[in-house]
């Protein structure tokens, strides 16, 4: 069955960085456009950055400059650096995975980051 399985969230102080993996199985890994979402206390499920299986990225405008998106296809892995934190990038993190149709769309599990002083 399809899995997403997100880690390396956790506690990190203003202008610390973290690292993000989701570990995918289940599915052709490198077909899909994966990318990552993420929900702040209280407020409404925000797009974070996305990449594309020619490995095209894009980015919202609130972490661009400081968060990359990588894949590694060999391992079925998808990846978020995320530098320069602040307190606003406090939330749940989720991976989400599409298939070039659009119609499968999988969501990992989420995984809590934490920036704070």
């Known amino acids: 069955q399809v899995q997403l399985v997100e880690s390396g969230g956790g506690l990190a102080q203003p202008g610390g960085s973290l690292r993000l993996s989701c570990a995918a199985s289940g599915f052709t890994f490198d077909t899909y456009a994966m990318s990552w979402a993420r929900q702040a206390p209280g407020k409404g499920l925000e797009w974070v950055a996305g990449?594309?299986?020619?490995?095209?990225?894009v980015y919202a405008d609130s972490v661009k400059g400081r968060f990359t998106i990588s894949r590694d296809n060999a391992k079925n892995t998808l990846y978020l650096q995320m530098n320069d934190l602040k307190p606003e990038d406090t939330a749940v993190y989720y991976c989400?995975?599409?298939?070039?149709?659009?119609?499968?769309?999988?969501w990992g599990q989420g995984t809590q980051v934490t920036v704070s002083s």
């Open positions: 990449i594309y299986s020619d490995s095209s990225t």
């Open positions: 989400r995975a599409q298939s070039r149709s659009g119609w499968r769309v999988y």
